[in-house]
């Protein structure tokens, strides 16, 4: 996903941070740098102009703070203006209850999909407990199956009446039903009929439903890989039938950036969930700040804390952070934690999301460097791992050996080991900005994960 967007922009943001004085002249080649990665993403054109001369304007506007460098409070800016181009802030989901929820979009987009993905996802964030997915598609017999199929295999009710010939009666009658005391759905979610394109019978349709159903949030459901196309589709549905927001689905596939990046500048509605897959979990919240985070190769960091507290043992997880608070965090911990980290799924899945690492290409070799660390840490007593200060040159040559590794590799990782613990002191000992120094220079310009953070992955 975005993946050559990124690309670019990292460039462009490599190039900013290295300003020691920030001029128009100084970050114009920049500009021009990210104005063309937008563009080339498919961003609309006067987003993508807009975009660089607010950039431009706040970059010279900016008072620049004695302890930061200017090329860091630039990108600073540009990772701002990103996240206002994505939408300001979350929009929680209408209060109301039953909570009504009209999906729309093109045929293919993925409405029927994100009818059951955005109902398990209300169950499990929202605390809803029943609902019921209505299909109001009259023409394809085949997509009330199939809504039906999804329906049954998350447990949730399913209506339909395949006989009826009025869409808009139909809804308002299967809705009631669902209501109804008997039912009790406290969300329902109506699945409309698409088409190939955006025409006045759709919209004719779309608007009878809607007045039958008068639902509280109104989705528009687009196809992220669309690009340009998905923001006029946005805008023509947003005039003919209001939209409170949209599903952005198949970021997982190779969508440019493009739609993501427009839709909320261009129609005004903002981007609420995205669909991350096929499966019905590949679903979430869209979050404006960790998608520029991550669409600028910084990483994702909030999305793979909450990542791992859902796999990794809470206690645990909670254990280990108090200790790398404290910064009494041992080999012993790392250890831990290294553990709980292979739980969370493919290393490659994980370190896109970590600053400055989404563009490490994590292959079979990383993998094995993962498995080689460790090793080591295995092959160490528990006293060497609490008491990492004891390693000498003897007990490393025996770590070495029993690991089937060298003793530069032991080497390597005590000495990564002792930066990380070095860090937590600092963050401990409240000194932010030295802490900030020393990520730059660790990071090796790359976004400063701190010391490129783990152990046996430099
Ligand atoms: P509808 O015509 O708008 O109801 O679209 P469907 O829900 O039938 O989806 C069309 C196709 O897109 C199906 O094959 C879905 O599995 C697929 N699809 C939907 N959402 C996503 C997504 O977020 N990622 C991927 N990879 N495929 C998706
Ligand atoms: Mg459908």
Do not use: W
Not at 133 to 145: G, N, T, Y
Not at 205 to 231: K, N, S
Not at 380 to 393: A, V
Request: proline share 3%; aromatic share 4%.
């Amino acid at each position: 996903m975005f993946a050559n967007l990124t690309e670019k922009l990292t460039k462009a943001l490599r190039d900013l941070r290295g300003l020691s004085k920030l001029t128009e002249d100084n970050i114009a080649p920049a500009l021009v740098e990210v104005r063309s990665a937008l563009m080339s993403a498919d961003v609309n054109f006067k987003v993508a102009k807009d975009f660089t001369e607010r950039v431009k304007a706040a970059c010279l506007g900016t008072a620049v703070v004695d302890s930061v460098n200017p090329g860091q409070m630039a990108v600073k800016v540009v990772s701002d203006e990103l996240t206002k181009l994505l939408g300001e802030g979350e929009r929680p989901i209408d209060p109301r209850r039953p909570l009504r929820v009209l999906l729309v979009g093109l045929q293919g987009s993925g409405k029927t999909t994100s009818a059951a993905k955005l109902a398990k996802h209300l169950v499990k964030k929202e605390g809803l407990r029943k609902p019921s997915l209505v299909a109001a598609d009259l023409r394809r017999p085949a997509a009330i199956d199939q809504l039906e199929t999804l329906a049954k295999n998350e447990g949730f009710d399913f209506r339909a009446d395949r006989a009826a010939t009025d869409v808009a009666g139909m809804v308002g009658r299967l809705v009631k039903e669902a209501e109804a005391a008997a039912a009790a759905a406290d969300l329902v979610i109506v699945d409309t009929a698409g088409r190939l394109q955006v025409d006045g019978d759709l919209m004719e349709e779309v608007r009878r439903v809607r007045d039958a159903f008068q639902p509280h949030e109104v989705f528009l459901v687009a196809d992220a890989a669309l690009g340009q196309q998905a923001v006029d589709v946005a805008t023509k549905f947003h005039e003919s039938t209001p939209l409170t927001g949209i599903i952005l689905t198949k970021l997982d596939g190779d969508a440019r950036g493009g739609a993501a990046l427009s839709m909320k500048s261009v129609t005004g509605v903002p981007i609420r969930y995205m669909g991350t897959g096929e499966k019905s979990g590949d679903f979430d919240t869209f979050h404006p700040d960790r998608m520029a985070q991550r669409i600028l190769g910084m990483g994702d960091v909030v999305s793979l804390v909450e990542k791992a507290q859902e796999v990794v043992d809470q206690k645990e997880a909670e254990r280990l952070a108090e200790k790398m608070r404290k910064a009494d965090f041992d080999l012993e911990d790392f250890l831990a934690q290294m553990q709980q980290m292979k739980k969370m799924g493919p290393l490659g899945d994980i370190m896109k999301m970590m600053p400055g690492m989404g563009n490490v290409q994590v292959g079979a070799k990383e993998e094995k460097m993962l498995g080689k660390t460790e090793a080591i840490v295995l092959s160490m007593t528990r006293k060497e791992r609490r008491n990492p200060d004891i390693l000498n040159g003897s007990r490393r040559l025996r770590i070495a050996k029993g690991s089937g590794t060298q003793v530069s590799d032991v080497n390597a990782l005590i000495k990564q080991f002792s930066q990380m613990r070095e860090m937590m002191r600092m963050m401990k000992g409240g000194k932010g900005k030295e802490l900030m120094r020393r990520m730059g220079q660790m990071g090796g310009g790359r976004g400063g994960f701190p010391g490129g953070g783990f152990p046996g992955l430099r």
